[in-house]
């Protein structure tokens, strides 16, 4: 089955870390998306990219980093410049609004709980 | 200015009632895109039903409606005949035109947490 995978579920980090989020999806699609939520919040943008070795940032990228060397892959680290890193991120995928249309709804994975212990 | 406003934090429904979350939306385009998501307990985000601006018809998938509003810029989502795995967060999201340099983000709203009473 087509999908996006997200790993871990739960992760845990001290201060000071680096950490980084695992994203993958088989639907080929060329766009991915990282997304933050918090309590209460709706989805925030972190980073997309709409191509391989091509990422541009979204409403809320300090702190974190992102790359694309894959297709199939766009994981985000989450550094230790990132204040606040506690949250749920989620990752999504659609085709790009070059070739797509725009209904073509964007896929989420599952999501990551990140906790700074 | 928020571009999408979901005005209801929680809602109760009985089992079996309809029930109508709200949504307003806030571009200068005239060619856009509406959608809703569902996010249960588990996190995951469902696609639910989309509205173009263009189309001149509400948009219908299953048990939900989408009551679009053009001149008021509201895109509300009905339920009907509510299940107890309706209970979730109700995310109103929209794709603009001019979003994002040519990608397909989508601008969400807080979101409702609908809770389905027995």
């Known amino acids: 089955d087509g999908g996006i995978t997200q790993s871990p579920k739960y992760l845990f980090r001290k201060e000071g870390q680096n950490v980084t989020l695992s994203c993958e999806q088989n639907?080929?699609?060329?766009?991915m998306y990282w997304y933050r939520q918090d309590p209460g919040q709706g989805l925030r943008l972190i980073y997309y990219?709409?191509?391989?070795?091509?990422?541009q940032k979204g409403d809320i990228a300090e702190g974190y980093s992102v790359s694309r060397e894959k297709k199939e892959s766009f994981p985000l680290t989450v550094t230790s410049a990132q204040k606040n890193p506690t949250a749920f991120y989620l990752c999504?995928?659609?085709?790009?609004?070059?070739?797509?249309?725009?209904?073509?709804?964007?896929?989420f994975g599952q999501g990551t709980r990140l906790t700074v212990v | 200015a928020q571009k999408i406003t979901q005005t209801q934090p929680g809602m109760f429904v009985q089992e079996k009632e309809a029930v109508t979350l709200d949504c307003t939306y806030d571009?200068?385009?005239?060619?856009?895109?509406l959608f809703w998501y569902k996010q249960p307990s588990s996190g995951e985000m469902i696609f639910l039903i989309y509205?173009?601006?263009?189309?001149?018809q509400n948009a219908t998938e299953g048990r939900y409606s989408l009551n679009f509003q053009k001149a008021r810029k509201s895109a509300n989502l009905v339920i009907s005949a509510s299940q107890l795995g309706d209970s979730a967060m109700y995310f109103c999201?929209?794709?603009?035109?001019?979003?994002?340099?040519?990608?397909?983000?989508?601008?969400f709203g807080k979101g409702t947490k609908l809770s389905v009473i027995p």
């Open positions: 999504a995928s659609s085709i790009p609004r070059d070739r797509g249309r725009m209904n073509t709804e964007a896929f």
């Open positions: 639907l080929n699609h060329d766009a």
């Open positions: 990219s709409q191509i391989v070795n091509d990422f």
């Open positions: 571009t200068s385009d005239q060619s856009y895109g």
């Open positions: 509205q173009g601006s263009y189309d001149e």
């Open positions: 999201a929209m794709r603009e035109t001019t979003s994002g340099a040519g990608s397909y983000q989508l601008t």
